[in-house]
């Protein structure tokens, strides 16, 4: 009886659901996504496969929560140039040139994919704003993307490596939507699949709020010895006007937290002083300090408790003064309106990065990692060059292939 009972039970569960590793090949024609089929094109409309499309389209494989490995075979048309980010714009591999038919580069990554689910009916607490998010459902979705897609085929299989956990805010976050981007969804990009990145931020979090929502929680359910967890918070702290708030006491108390409870599970914590909103002196020279004692603080913390400590309120103080006044704007999400659909008015963000300037900043981790001498820095890909935010990449000359989701509101935080 409870033989036939598994057999009627498993005739019912998609394949997709049952299987450990997938193997799709979009040389032939694929299911839209569907429930029953639990895989397909998601997202816009699907392409055409037997025709080399110039427009973005998304893949999505239904798979429970984890790291995994996937495989992309590139090319098979000529003239082929392909980005690949997965969930929520997470940057993967960019500009990939296959410049002739018969030419294909094979690229491979681990995607974390995560839901809400903690355990039993306990959940984190996403914003309103994040339930159509990518990165928070029961799919790993990849974004193909650039002048001319041209992919054949993808495999995916679970991937057991160390991961990095970003806490954080709007500057850490994946932003879901152009022109808004994050150095959290950007630093994927400069590592081989023997590290997974797996973003918890989100836009107008601070320490305190952050554990409330069982962020925290959620990764303390998976975290283990030789994984990371990243914090940086202060953007959004520093607001905060409760009795006993302040940076020497309510922030501390919250950092001192992370510590012990990631440290608790044998896993390791990394700080990160919070980046700089663009505020220059009368000088037109100079960045003003708009975090008050917020940097200090966590240094303190971070000396007192022994941990790591990425200086990227300096880091960013150096990009932004070599940038100068009129070119910093380049980093960061201003826009003369009707840049982007149904954008009636200017967009003048001085805290919120843009792609290039999420890319530079995500740039500035790394080497903060490199000082640091922390092991992850073995899994970086033999294209990553040391980066100096005195000598930031020209921004005349990044190259980004917008996704097709756009937004026009500002993320929560300033």
């Not at 702290?237 to 044998?266: C, M, N, S, T």
Request: include cysteine; glycine fraction near 6%; charged fraction near 25%.
């Amino acid at each position: 009886m409870y033989r036939r009972f598994l057999l009627f039970f498993w005739a019912f569960v998609p394949m997709a659901v049952m299987a450990q590793s997938f193997d799709f090949d979009l040389t032939k024609a694929q299911p839209v996504y569907n429930e029953h089929d639990g895989y397909g094109f998601d997202v816009m409309p699907a392409p055409n496969v037997k025709k080399p499309t110039t427009a973005p389209f998304y893949f999505s494989v239904r798979v429970p929560d984890g790291n995994y490995r996937v495989r992309v075979v590139l090319g098979g048309v000529k003239n082929g140039n392909t980005t690949v980010r997965a969930e929520g714009r997470r940057l993967m591999m960019d500009n990939i040139v296959t410049p002739k038919k018969k030419d294909t580069q094979t690229v491979e990554f681990v995607v974390n994919k995560r839901s809400t689910l903690i355990e039993g009916d306990k959940r984190v607490k996403i914003k309103d704003r994040e339930k159509g998010y990518l990165a928070w459902d029961d799919k790993l979705t990849l974004e193909f993307n650039g002048p001319q897609p041209a992919v054949q085929s993808i495999h995916i299989e679970p991937a057991d490596v160390p991961t990095i956990y970003l806490c954080g805010n709007s500057t850490v976050v994946d932003q879901n939507y152009e022109p808004w981007a994050s150095w959290g969804q950007m630093i994927t990009r400069w590592f081989g699949p023997e590290v997974a990145v797996s973003n918890h931020a989100e836009s107008g979090l601070t320490a305190r709020t952050f554990i409330a929502s069982f962020r925290l929680d959620k990764i303390l359910q998976t975290l283990k010895a030789g994984d990371y967890v990243f914090v940086e918070f202060g953007h959004n702290d520093e607001k905060e006007k409760r009795p006993g708030d302040g940076a020497w006491y309510h922030y501390q108390y919250q950092l001192k937290i992370f510590v012990d409870e990631v440290r608790k599970k044998g896993a390791d914590i990394v700080f990160l002083t919070p980046t700089q909103r663009r505020a220059f002196d009368t000088d037109g020279k100079t960045l003003l300090n708009t975090h008050g004692d917020f940097p200090a603080a966590m240094k303190e913390v971070a000396q007192r408790e022994k941990v790591p400590l990425i200086d990227l309120n300096q880091m960013t103080k150096t990009f932004f003064e070599t940038l100068g006044m009129e070119n910093s704007k380049r980093a960061l999400v201003h826009y003369p309106a009707n840049t982007f659909p149904n954008q009636a008015k200017p967009l003048a963000d001085n805290t919120h990065f843009n792609p290039y300037g999420a890319y530079e900043v995500a740039k500035c981790v790394v080497m903060g990692m490199k000082q640091l001498n922390l092991p992850l820095v073995h899994a970086l890909r033999p294209e990553w060059k040391d980066f100096d935010p005195a000598q930031p990449d020209d921004w005349s000359t990044f190259q980004w292939a917008p996704s097709p989701m756009t937004e026009n509101l500002k993320p929560d935080g300033n």
